[in-house]
């Protein structure tokens, strides 16, 4: 089984509501990314959790903060958001960081900001 | 910086003919992937090429990668209509971090 399932598939939000995006894999995977992407454009990595640990943030505004709780589970909450930020939001997993581990993609939420 | 570049970044063919779409990459990686998403869809993994003159092929599709001039090509063989959908290359950015760094994609459009 190679699936990394997200919820929800869609998400429309105003700029002063808290929500969150979920993302599980049960491959016994020990990296989990988020991605965000934009329309007609290749995803921008986020964040990097590897055993359960932040490994990287690429610079991200504080008003998105992921959680790992375990090891097949990863979060991103989301609050006070802006409209630019209205985006498809990949989650991927892969046996480790680095070396020669795929990572395999969720089928994404889609986030609109109103 | 890494960059990855990719092109063409749109392509229109007929169904039949033979193109390749280059990737190439500014700094030193042995590790590369080709991915594919249809429009309004997830990544899926196509190809994972993990060495010097690596070589795969799927279908339709053969990538290959060569490191010292730090190029990969996705060559189409026979394009079908089924292959229309938007490819990206991606490099490892850094060791053991799992940062890939995305080209921009192409778009292949197969006309009937």
């Known amino acids: 089984d190679t699936e990394v399932t997200q919820t929800p598939k869609h998400l429309v939000m105003g700029m002063t509501n808290k929500k969150s995006l979920k993302c599980e894999q049960h491959?016994?995977?020990?990296?989990m990314y988020w991605y965000k992407q934009k329309a007609k454009k290749p995803p921008e990595l986020m964040f990097v959790y590897s055993y359960e640990k932040l490994s990287i943030n690429e610079s991200v505004p504080s008003r998105f903060s992921p959680e790992c709780p375990n090891s097949s589970l990863l979060n991103l909450h989301l609050h006070a958001l802006q409209p630019e930020d209205s985006a498809l939001y990949l989650c991927?997993?892969?046996?480790?960081?680095?070396?020669?581990?795929?990572?395999?993609f969720g089928p994404g939420t889609r986030l609109t900001v109103t | 910086e890494l960059k990855v570049e990719q092109n063409p970044l749109f392509l229109s063919m007929q169904e039949g003919k033979n193109y390749t779409i280059y990737c190439n990459y500014s700094t030193t990686s042995d590790r590369l992937y080709w991915y594919r998403q249809d429009p309004g869809k997830s990544l899926e993994s196509l190809f994972v090429l993990l060495s010097n003159g690596a070589v795969k092929q799927e279908g339709r599709l053969m990538a290959s990668l060569d490191t010292k001039a730090r190029l990969s090509t996705l060559h189409i063989t026979a394009a079908v209509h089924d292959l229309s959908a938007t490819y990206f290359c991606a490099v490892d950015g850094s060791s053991n971090t799992g940062k890939l760094i995305f080209g921009q994609g192409t778009t292949l459009q197969v006309k009937p």
């Open positions: 491959m016994g995977h020990r990296a």
């Open positions: 991927a997993s892969s046996q480790a960081t680095g070396g020669s581990y795929e990572q395999y």
